[in-house]
């Protein structure tokens, strides 16, 4: 039997509600926030990737699904989508349409990494992107949408955790104090942060090993050394933060080891969903839209995995799922009604009424079964001699109570009924 491929799974229909759910509510809270749903292809060609998210990032090093096509283009699944859109952005000159250009964007996502709870190989993120303004006011926005589409699911266990990068030259300055304070502990740090310490030193304090950590405890932080810029607009974002009631906590570990990533980072956390912790992330990447081709460019985003985030509502027992029902299930008694029955089913659904009746000649008792699975609220039922007079019962699963109705008076009468019940 061929089964899906590792990593990716099925969304099935008993749980397809939860995503209808969660999707309503992060286009619900983008729009509010006036920004603009994009979809970009499902692949790109893959120097975009490597120049957008940098050639010495794990995604891009180890984790890309990278293929040929027939004229030998060198192809990539997406392995997120900031990327995509800033190509986007330039290719359709967007910013000349709208100098402050601001996107959202619901997708799903490939990135062979190794399968774990809440770690895929196709998996979605919804996030978003404001592109055309330095002000700090934005990545206060961009984390103010993030958490208020994860209150608005319910969830309560959520750390938010920000720091500052500053500018490159002040990062420079920086990196080269951390060098000092780490070279003599070189040869204690593990082999990956020993590579890095050569590569990319800000991305030692990405490393999960305890000695490592240990080892960082006493470094300095780039926090404090940033320029008055970034010091400035990092206070304003906390100061915003502050102002509208959000909790945060300063994490000077939170770096992105490439150089168009500036001040702002952001990331929140659920203690609820074990070791891949982290809902979303993002920050400021004022250097990004050149570094892709365009004209120099400020922007600002986040992304947020869809499928940790719905085990984070499971897991805080945070969902009510809306119940599954129909309105109208229609039993046929005798079998010779069938079109009779599926012209009624079309009249009520032209209504929008939720309709099914049955298509396996069951039997009257396995169709009323069938009823009460669907959690029908209305129940129909045809035939005999009741029809040919131009009757059938019509009963309300709610109460129980079943009445003669007039056949040309169904659909009055079962959209007058759904009226009451509502009220
Ligand atoms: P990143 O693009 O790596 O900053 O990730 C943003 C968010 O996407 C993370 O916080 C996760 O919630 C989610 N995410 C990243 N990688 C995966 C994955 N392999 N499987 C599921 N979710 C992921």
């Not at 893959?46 to 010495?56: N, P």
Request: glycine share 6%.
């Amino acid at each position: 039997m061929i089964k899906a491929v590792t990593g990716t799974k099925d969304i099935l229909p008993s749980e397809i509600n939860r995503w209808y759910y969660l999707e309503n509510i992060i286009k619900e809270v983008f729009s509010v926030f006036n920004y603009k749903e994009i979809r970009t292809p499902i692949f790109e060609e893959t120097s975009l990737f490597a120049r957008g998210i940098g050639e010495e990032t794990d995604i891009v090093s180890k984790e890309m699904y990278t293929f040929s096509d027939r004229s030998e283009t060198s192809l990539t699944l997406k392995p997120e989508m900031t990327a995509g859109v800033v190509r986007a952005y330039i290719e359709h000159s967007l910013g000349t349409l709208q100098p402050l250009t601001k996107l959202f964007y619901i997708s799903p996502m490939f990135r062979q990494e190794r399968p774990q709870a809440g770690r895929f190989r196709q998996f979605h993120q919804f996030g978003a992107e404001a592109i055309g303004s330095t002000s700090p006011l934005l990545d206060a926005e961009i984390i103010q949408m993030s958490y208020h589409i994860l209150k608005q699911l319910g969830l309560k266990d959520l750390t938010v955790k920000i720091n500052s990068l500053g500018v490159p030259v002040s990062r420079e300055n920086y990196k080269k104090i951390l060098k000092e304070f780490l070279q003599d502990k070189k040869n204690k740090l593990s082999e990956d942060s020993r590579k890095r310490f050569d590569t990319n030193i800000l991305r030692i304090f990405d490393s999960k090993v305890e000695s490592d950590q240990n080892i960082l405890k006493d470094a300095p932080l780039l926090i404090n050394y940033l320029d008055e810029e970034s010091k400035n607009d990092f206070e304003v974002v906390k100061e915003f933060l502050i102002r509208i009631g959000i909790p945060f906590e300063i994490d000077a570990a939170l770096v992105r080891g490439l150089d168009y990533y500036t001040k702002t980072t952001f990331e929140i956390i659920s203690k609820k969903v074990g070791s891949q912790s982290a809902l979303c992330g993002g920050g400021r990447y004022d250097l990004l839209i050149e570094e892709l081709g365009g004209k120099p460019t400020p922007g600002v985003g986040v992304a947020a995995g869809m499928e940790r985030i719905l085990l984070a509502c499971e897991n805080e027992n945070s969902f009510s799922t809306p119940d599954q029902f129909i309105d109208v299930y229609i039993v046929r008694i005798d079998k010779e009604l069938e079109l009779e029955v599926s012209e009624i089913a079309s009249r009520l659904r032209r209504k929008n009424l939720i309709v099914d009746c049955d298509y396996l000649s069951r039997s009257v008792k396995a169709q009323m079964r069938e009823a009460n699975k669907l959690n029908a609220k209305f129940v129909l039922i045809m035939g005999g001699d009741e029809y040919k007079n131009g009757d059938v019962q019509l009963k309300n699963m709610s109460d129980g109570e079943q009445k003669t109705i007039k056949t040309e008076k169904i659909v009055e009468i079962i959209l007058a009924a759904k009226e009451q019940s509502h009220k």
